[in-house]
């Protein structure tokens, strides 16, 4: 089959998939505990304030009388799909939602970033060491580091990270390790060093490093900055990759065709490269792909814990608020990104293993 | 028989190809050493097919991964072992030298044509690659010449064939496009270990017939590994039977098949499906091949033989001559068949060499 039509077969799945993602966000949200009205007006509201708010934000019509859950839903459907986002109730209380999520992209994408590179340059390497060293001390301790890093959960390495690098931690005794003073490490930790940083003051990333000439300094700290948490992002994934990677090289260089190839004088760099290679991407292809997620929505946790203003963060305030067009809009994001890796998968597939098709009814 | 001829007439000229003497090959394991090839000795002329035939597990084929530096630790050739490979040692060769042997100057065809191909290059790709290390031969010229190989080994509209990956093509068609890979390095030697197994009874006989046919064609010495002695009947000029790890009997095709010396071949002949009637049902050799991890003190068949008696399990057999042709021999205590039982063991043990410990247990029989 044609990749393009394949392409627009996928597309077309994918509208039953963004139906169910928004539907259930939006079930769980109105059926929590939530009370946005308070939230934004707090304790010593008037009811004529209340009342009034309760209208603007669609939850009530002006007579008093509930809006219908069906039509706040089919509401939220039809903007959604019409890409109108609305203005945000409690976070920036009427900012346009995409300028909020405009404005705190490019950290999460810079976190995501550097957790991908991270993880693609320890976990691949690693792995395909440990796999042609199989069974050495070296591998073992490839290999077991790749399941420790697989095993520390997130939110704990990230808890684990931040006290070593801020004040009275392990590594403070390094401050210029990691950490310029207005990094890590001072009383306020990662906080307030996003606001004090010359990178990230409310301005999109690519006019700090591009804008009027690149300023590498800046890229320097920029960089310093964001690894601990990108270090501690990309840690399951790197952990992933070291394992596959080892167990695919090894499936691999065990293989007839390996011998085959020896058999016709082949060298063993050129086994490597060109016989292993390409095999041991195959069973990797799905983790490295499931890493760009990281690029958008995996990183919730860690931005909490180190308290990166990013994405990630902001969808964590959101969902408490509840701050209910942001976090439709995030979900939105997430599975828009979710659907386009899996879809890009599946198409790089077929060119890095031609027994896979995208035909679904041959032979 | 023009074949049997043409092979003899090849000894009578000169030297062998292929001379394996005294190759031992081991494992190392935890608890033991396990001799899967032990003390094997034969020879390869060019232009003739050698068999080796034995049950599995009988070492067949580490003999072949030996001969092609393929064995990987825990495997280990030990130094006593010589391989011969047109007067080089290849014993004594660095991994570098080795690799300018395989392909140009051995090739091999392995069983499972299903994984001897890379499933993610193209049949054009793998045996231009074949090209291109062993000849240097590159871009267009190498497609010419990868289309020749492969109407060469009978896969029509070979031209096209090329772009295709291994899972287009059927069990015999690749095992047919293996054997073009190999025969793209030019070898002298070929061995091919079991390539007819995994292939059904019609594919089997193509298969074998487009090996004679490139023997012929090219004067290329083959090495054929099989436990299935209809298909050695067909293709073999000689054969050496092996059992777990030792040669017991070497003969011409002809010799073995007329006048099965040993024990074990004449059981094995005798186990071949249709051989005798429907009635008698099928011939079998009761137990298994043992796992070859004690020295060869004595005969390793022994418990397995209908004919054994004392000495057998104390004492090694040596390679005695049986026929009265040329290079017939077996290696088993009931030859010399002239001689009394006390004469055979004195000369086994004469053959042996005189400081064998094992002597002085025999000798009080």
Known sequence: ?363 | MSREETAESARDEGDPLLSVRNLQTVFHTDRETIRAVDDVSFDVYPGETVGIVGESGSGKSVTARSIMGLVDSPGEVLPESSIRFNGQELTAFSDAEYREVRGSGIGMVFQDPQQSLNPVYTIGNQIREALEINRDITGAQATKEATKLLESVGIPDAKRRLDEHPHEFSGGMRQRAVIAMMLACEPDLLIADEPTTALDVTIQAQILDLLKDLQEERNLAILFITHDMGVIADISDRVNVMYAGQIVEKASVENLFERPEHPYTRALIESIPGEHSRGEGLNTIEGEVPTPNAPADHCRFAPRCPQAFGACDKMAPQHIDVGETVEHTAACLLYPEDKAEGERLKHHRALAGGDDVKTEVSNDE
């Open chain 1, 1 to 363: 089959m044609n990749r393009l039509l394949y392409l627009f077969k996928r597309l077309l799945l994918a509208v039953p998939v963004f139906l169910f993602g928004i539907t259930m966000s939006f079930m769980v949200l109105y059926l929590g505990p939530i009370d946005p009205v308070l939230n934004i007006l707090g304790q010593d509201a008037t009811p004529e304030d209340i009342h009034q708010l309760k209208v603007a934000l669609g939850l009530i019509y002006q007579d008093g009388s509930t809006v219908p859950l069906w039509s706040q839903y089919l509401k939220v459907l039809t903007d959604l799909l019409t890409f109108d986002f609305g203005q945000s109730w409690i976070i920036q209380r009427g900012t346009p939602v995409g300028d909020l999520i405009l404005n705190r992209m490019p950290v999460t994408l810079w976190l995501g970033f550097w957790s991908v590179v991270v993880a693609l340059v320890v976990g691949i390497p690693g792995g395909l060491y440990a796999g042609l060293r199989a069974n050495t001390w070296r591998d073992y301790i490839a290999s077991g580091g790749g399941i420790i890093w697989r095993a520390m959960p997130n939110f704990w390495l990230a808890v684990m990270v931040v006290g070593l690098l801020s004040a009275g931690g392990l590594l403070s005794f390094y401050p210029d390790l990691w950490v310029s003073t207005d990094v890590i490490g001072t009383s306020d930790s990662v906080g307030n060093l996003f606001g004090s940083s010359q990178v990230f003051a409310g301005m999109p990333l690519l006019e700090a490093i591009w804008v009027p000439v690149p300023k590498w300094t800046n890229i320097a700290t920029a960089i310093k900055w964001i690894l601990p948490a990108a270090l501690v992002l990309g840690s399951s994934s790197m952990g992933n990759e070291i394992r596959i990677g080892r167990t695919a090289v090894l499936e691999s260089i065990n293989s007839k065709y390996v011998e085959t190839a020896k058999a016709k004088g082949v060298s063993g760099r050129r086994i490597v490269t060109k016989h292993v290679g390409r095999n041991a991407l195959i069973p990797l292809l799905p983790i490295i792909m499931s890493e760009f997620y990281l690029l958008i929505g995996g990183s919730v946790l860690v931005e909490k814990v180190f308290s990166i203003r990013g994405l990630g963060n902001m969808f964590f305030r959101g969902v408490l608020g509840p701050d209910i067009p942001l976090v439709m809009a995030l979900v939105f994001l997430f599975i828009i990104v979710q659907v386009t890796v899996n879809i890009a998968q599946d198409i790089l597939y077929t060119f890095i293993d031609p027994r896979i098709t995208l035909e679904d009814t041959e032979r």
